[in-house]
């Protein structure tokens, strides 16, 4: 009977089901191998010893919070909203503006909370197509085309892509801004510390562009749960009438606040997941049966011969990597998370193993 009470357009819906075996390395979830500083430990630890008030609901607004993210990015703290992740932000924006029968143009392969909040909204996603045989490289030209056609409400481009890894060019993201003025184009930076390659700058020019950032990557504060988006302030006005109340801890928003105070850490940390990165794509290159993708990001996808066993057997092992197995245009593939050298080299080692003992 309860199954008849869920909505047709849901039933179909997995939920998420994130691997929580022992394992001896995880490289399955783009988190980083970091933990938190220990000079933001020790504030963090006075911070609780003093009293952080948690018998008292948190600010509501992040003001704090806010502003500090709009000092690191020299933007009006009024266009910031900040959320349980970025993927609750994706969600709300969603209830905001799509309704039964509106539309979303979003990437495949890619994030897919995209399609499915569009879903539980009632509303219609379509997509357009990153192929594997392009290097999944994205197409302003197909955007276009596509908003054109389908006069969707908003564009979504992941940038760089997960899981693929590949980028959008600044210019190439400002020419669909400029050219589809009646959708929001919502551009998902969860990875962007690992390029060089952001549009935030353009917010205050642009009215239309939505910006996602996260904490979970690049900060290693994927346990807090907390993203944020920028934006104008008319846009972030009107995002922020769907907003839960009380969506941020206030441990969540002071830990935030730590980590954008110490910067020099994170910095080291992120050069040293891109050295690792392109080490990663160079001995990846030279295994046979191997083929690799170039990312941006903190993570690789290589297309694998026999890519289930593979999978299979490096779980065996307690090494956790992301198996896409039979997913659209991404068959045979795996998405590698950069972990420490030490991580890294181990997982290579025992790669190199199953392919050549196959």
Known sequence: MIEELIRPEIR??????????????????????????????????????????????????????????????????????????????????????????????????????????????????????????DGYEYSKETILEAYEKEQPKIIYICNPNNPTGNIMSVSDVIDVVKYCRKSIVVVDEAYGEFCDNTVIPYVKEYENLLVLRTFSKAYGLAGIRCGYSISCKKLASAVNLARPPYNISSLSQYIAQLILSDKEEINKNIEYLIEQREWMIGKLSNIKGVEVYKSYANFILVKVDNCNDVYNRLCEKGIFVRNFGLAPLLTGCLRISIGTNEQNSIFLDELSTICYNK
């Open 12 to 133: 179909s819906f997995t939920p998420y089901n994130a691997n929580q075996q022992p394992y001896k390395i995880k490289l399955d979830a783009n988190e980083s191998p970091f933990n938190l500083p220990l000079t933001v430990r020790e504030k963090l630890s006075e911070f609780i010893k003093n009293d952080p008030q948690l018998n008292l609901y948190p600010d509501t607004d992040s003001i704090q919070l806010r502003k500090t993210i709009s000092e690191h990015w020299d933007v009006d703290s009024e266009g910031i909203i900040v959320g349980t992740g970025s993927d609750q932000l994706i969600q709300v924006m969603t209830n905001v503006f799509i309704g039964v029968g509106d539309k979303i143009l979003y990437p495949v392969p890619s994030f897919s909370m995209y399609r499915d909040s569009c879903l539980i909204a009632g509303g219609t996603p379509v997509k357009y197509l990153l192929n594997p045989e």
